[in-house]
Structures are given as C-alpha cells and as structure tokens.
C-alpha cells in the first residue's frame, strides 16, 4: 500500500539558519512526489514536485527538495528560513504506474516555525 | 493568477441532511478532485472527475456522496444524508490532466460541521 511519513510533528528554527522538512514515501514502483503548504485559513499551495531526472529539484519561495531513492525520502529544504515560511508543510504521493488514477497519498503535515 | 474557489467557507448542518458543497476549478484544467480532511488527521482522496464523469473513487465515497458538474465551471459535491462523523474541512482541487504529473491546485476549503 502506498503512504507517506512525516516523522516530525514540528520543526522549530531561527530566522536566517537552514531548514529541513523530512518526508518519506512508499510506493510500488517509481514515483511522482510533491510538497505542498498551507497557511492559516487557506487551502494548500503547491511548492514543487519530483517527477524524474535531477534528484534536486527547486521550487517556489527558495525551496528545494532532494529525492533520494535508496531512502526513498523526499526532504524538504530552504537555505535560509525566514518568518513568513512559518506554516503546515505536507508531502504527497503517487505512484508513476497509477495510470490515469491520479489521487494523492498524504502525509499528517509538518508544523513549521520559524522564530525572529 | 487563477486559483480554485469554493463556497460556501463553512457550512452548518443536523445530522441526516443533504449538503452541497460548491467549488469552481481553474477554467482551463480538465481534471477535478474533492479530498477530505478530518481535524487532526491526514487529507483523504474521495473522488476524481474527468469528461464528465468519475475517474477514481475511494472507500470513503460511498452512495451517501456525489458529484457533478452541472454547467462549464461548477464542480459540486453532494452528501445526503450527513453524519457526524462527515465533519471535516473539504478541499475541491483541479489539475491540467494533460500529463499525469500535473500538480493539483487546490481552493481553500469548506468547513463542514455535522450537529
């Protein structure tokens, strides 16, 4: 069965210093991964996604994330952390076999705080 | 930039009555969604929607649940007869479906609170 683990619950860090949102997925096969975020009363932003090539991929507000098949992990990570990236962070899944079955695997979320 | 809208924000409701839930996706996507979030738990895939008609259902989609798109930009979900246990935030999403890798884009939310 396919899931998605979010280990940490929160993550805590200083303004200015690296961040890192671990993510990790199982899933038959190869798979399409994404990072999502969601602020306070809105619904959930797509950051990036993984879909194959470059284990490095970039996305918006200078995130990246790494996949890494052996661990089958998918972290999440922004050189420097500012305030406003303070929110709830989830990592979703499909497999790339799924055909025209399109629906995402989520993880619980990860509440991310960044303090001043 | 277009985005996915979806009203009502909260919907109220006693138990046993039918709830329609709105959302309008991004004009030119061709893939809809309704995924479900109960308080506290991880969000849920009920259904996809492609020409018209269900793509992908879940086990949570059961008879209680429907969707439809009744005109070119609308995408309803419908429960009819709501239970307690339905209580939980509804986010309708779109995607292009030109590739499966697409990413969904998804609207805010709707609050639905089961009395």
């Known amino acids: 069965a396919q899931s998605v683990a979010q280990p940490e619950d929160q993550v805590n860090v200083a303004e200015g210093n690296p961040l890192t949102v671990k993510c990790t997925y199982s899933?038959?096969?190869?798979?399409?991964l994404f990072w999502y975020v969601q602020y306070p009363n809105r619904g959930l932003q797509f950051l990036l996604k993984?879909?194959?090539?470059d284990n490095l991929v970039k996305g918006s507000y200078g995130f990246e994330a790494e996949f890494n098949k052996s661990q089958t992990s998918f972290h999440l990570k922004k050189p420097s952390a500012l305030v406003s990236d303070s929110a709830l962070y989830f990592c979703?899944?499909?497999?790339?076999?799924?055909?025209?079955?399109?629906?995402?695997?989520w993880g619980l979320g990860t509440s991310l705080a960044v303090n001043p | 930039e277009p985005e996915v809208t979806q009203t009502p924000s909260h919907q109220v409701t006693q138990m046993g009555q039918e709830v329609i839930l709105r959302c309008v996706p991004i004009?030119?996507?061709?893939?809809f969604y309704w995924y479900r979030q109960i308080l506290g738990q991880k969000v849920e895939f009920l259904v996809s929607?492609?020409?018209?008609?269900?793509?992908?259902k879940s086990e949570i989609f059961d008879d209680q649940f429907s969707v439809e798109r009744p005109d070119g930009s609308n995408f309803t979900l419908k429960i009819r007869s709501t239970k307690l246990e339905d209580s939980a935030m509804y986010f309708c999403?779109?995607?292009?479906?030109?590739?499966?890798?697409?990413?969904?884009?998804f609207g805010p939310g709707t609050r639905l609170t089961v009395l």
């Open positions: 999403a779109s995607s292009l479906g030109t590739s499966s890798y697409n990413e969904q884009f």
């Open positions: 899933v038959s096969g190869n798979p399409y």
């Open positions: 993984y879909i194959t090539g």
């Open positions: 004009s030119n996507h061709l893939y």
């Open positions: 929607f492609y020409n018209n008609e269900i793509s992908e």
């Open positions: 979703a899944v499909r497999a790339a076999n799924a055909g025209n079955n399109r629906k995402l695997i």
